[in-house]
């Protein structure tokens, strides 16, 4: 037994961060084998997904601001963790959306931060091997690889998908939250998320089913703290951009999260078990800084894609999941219109 810290290695062989986070496209992204014998190709975004919301020549903005087709997205993977390890989860998750919201919240946690946490990885991976300025060859990737070690501790999460790592049935690694969301008539907008890029935060919208997650809180906002407009949230039906500002105020509050949670790794004969340590430890601070809603604001002037001085005037910032008298707001205009209401008239 050893206490290790992000920088530390894991004691025994059955993963080694420097050996097994594959930061190249010739080795699975999951495993790190080497796949001169034979590649399989991953899709970031699940080939079910893409075929129920239509997204197959729909195109995904990179951070660079390219557009790449969904179904180009795709990641080196062995075939053992494609069609073993990872068609396990997509069956169970995709089930589970085709049902709607209840089954997606009653599936077991593991699996659906697995395929969340997959996504959110994957992204990333697959900027990897793209260069940031097409232009400039010698210009390097959009993510750097330097950059996608500083999600070593994320990439050991994903090792649960094969059975090599597992973690105590009273921690989990994220705070997710389920809601129901309404379905625009065009199943192309039935289908969105939000992601960040320095702290591992997952949203995703999918038909009557929203799902936002702090992969990597340990439990905190789901736990620590009450959240009024999530409160309201959950009791909606939530608008496209309701859902929008959910993600937003999540991926805010991910921000806000001051700990760098300390891990026990015991190398067991055929796993690693990950024990956590209390997040509040010796600290009598509170585990999330205090909320700024200026800062905020620009969180959600990003997600939402509206101009900041719109959302926020110095002062009042908009909300579209409550109402003048704090209740939980219906918006009254249907999911199929995407514009943004005319928020003037709404201040509060
Ligand atoms: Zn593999």
Partial sequence: MSQTDDQNEIPGFLYQWDRDQALTQDRCFLCGADLAGGRTDEHVFPQWLLRRCDLWNEKITL??????????????CCSTCNNEHLSRIEQAVGDAFAEGPEAVAALDATTLFLWMGKIYYGL???????????????????????????????????????????????????????????????????????DIINFPFFAIRVGATAV?????????????????????????????????????????????FNRVPKHLLYAGENHVDVMTLPLQGMSTKFVFDPFDVGDYAQVLSHVTGQPLEELYDG??????????????????????????????LMQR
């Fill in 63 to 76: 951070l660079n601001g390219t557009l790449m087709p969904y179904k180009q997205m795709k990641i080196p």
């Fill in 124 to 194: 990333m991976f697959r900027e990897l091997s793209l260069l940031a300025d097409r232009r400039d060859p010698q210009g390097g990737s959009i993510v750097s690889p330097e950059f996608l070690t500083t999600f070593r501790m994320h990439h050991l999460l994903l090792q649960a998908a094969r059975g090599a790592v597992r973690w105590q049935k009273d921690q989990h690694p994220a705070s997710v939250f389920v809601f129901q969301a309404q379905e625009p008539t065009d199943p192309r907008h039935c289908f969105d998320y939000v």
């Fill in 315 to 344: 002062r009042n910032i908009v909300t579209l999941l409550r109402d003048g008298d704090n209740q939980p707001w219906a918006v009254p205009w249907p999911a199929d219109e995407r514009q943004y209401p005319d928020i003037r």
């Fill in 212 to 256: 936002v997650a702090v992969l990597q809180d340990w439990g905190a906002l789901a736990q620590a703290v009450t959240v009024p407009a999530f409160e309201a949230a959950r009791q909606l039906v939530l608008h496209p951009q309701q859902f929008h500002e959910v993600a937003a105020l999540a991926a805010y509050m991910t921000t806000l």
